[in-house]
């Protein structure tokens, strides 16, 4: 397995992992009493920062992959992480997947499988110097969009717009990411317009998609915010970047790609574990448990 491929798989791991330690982490502290000291909910709430870090992770994971890797594979292998958490909830949560989810995480391990097979390793082209200012530009789009989202009265339009100003964001983060050049030293990063589109396309994207989740349902803001992250840069980078398929085996990663992308999707409403009962729960007749809510599971990080 190569360097960049491990590192891709290691993103995604890190990321499916964290969505699975940030819910627990928050729904301890949600479960504490009224009044409870702030040391004991930091203390309750660990988890939670381990998942921070290990979103970190998995950022440093894919940025390392995308010196080598094309993006059309990496976003893919990002986006999977949905997947990795809805493991990881059977594993360490006892969670029961349905026939359909179980058939979804085929598709993606199939999907993946595939796309690692087709796709051709190499550097990006040298990226004209131009090229940071229209990643500016665009987040400059994705702003607008997210404004416009905000202040739209019909709240679910407003999810919609906030879902691809969301995927536009992160798929932003992605290209930037493939495009950036790590200087010696670091610190010069400070300097590279580069950089600081990336830093706003992952800003701009982390409130839409927020905002987003907010206003609308969860599986529909989760799979457009999906497909818009994941196709969007697959393209830019196979027109504009060089990213390249071995030769004759564009069939196959163009069947790979759509397996992994749906199958994300399927399991994008059904990724996080279900919220356990707070103390004020009231318990059914006989005392047979808590009362159960109907609502829907949130997704991971897209």
């Known amino acids: 397995m190569s360097p960049g491929l491990l590192g891709a798989l290691l993103a995604a791991v890190a990321y499916g992992a964290a969505t699975v330690l940030q819910a627990i982490g928050v729904r301890r502290v949600g479960a504490l009493p009224p009044g409870t000291p702030l040391p004991a909910r930091v203390r309750a709430g660990w988890p939670y920062a381990v998942g921070l870090a290990l979103d970190g992770l998995g950022f440093l994971a894919s940025v390392a992959a995308l010196r080598t890797l094309p993006l059309f594979l990496v976003e893919s292998a990002v986006a999977s992480s949905v997947a990795v958490t809805a493991v990881l909830s059977v594993l360490v949560l006892h969670v029961r997947l349905g026939t359909g989810e179980i058939v979804a995480l085929l598709a993606v391990a199939a999907g993946l499988t595939g796309l690692a097979f087709a796709a051709a390793e190499g550097p990006p082209l040298q990226s004209p110097a131009a090229a940071a200012w229209w990643l500016l530009g665009a987040a400059g789009v994705v702003a607008v969009l997210l404004a416009a989202g905000e202040r739209d009265p019909n709240r679910r339009r407003g999810a919609v717009v906030l879902s691809l100003a969301a995927g536009l964001g992160f798929g932003g983060v992605g290209v930037a990411a493939r495009l950036l050049e790590v200087p010696s030293p670091l610190w010069h990063l ?34 457009l915010t ?31 790609f759509a397996l992994t992308l749906g199958g994300c999707i399927a399991l994008a409403g059904r990724a996080e574990p279900p919220e356990p009962p707070s103390p004020t729960t009231s318990e059914g007749a006989g005392g047979a448990g808590p009362a159960v809510t109907d609502r829907e599971d949130l997704p991971g990080r897209p």
Do not use: K, N
Request: hydrophobic share 65%.
């Open 190 to 223: 400070l300097t590279s317009a580069m950089a600081w589109a990336l830093l706003a396309h992952a800003a701009l994207a982390t409130v839409a998609y927020a905002l987003a989740l907010s206003r609308g349902r969860v599986t529909t803001v989760a799979a």
């Open 226 to 256: 999906f497909a818009t992250e994941t196709v969007v840069p697959a393209v830019v980078g196979l027109v504009a970047l060089g990213d390249r398929v071995v030769a004759g085996r564009g069939p196959v990663a163009v069947v790979a």
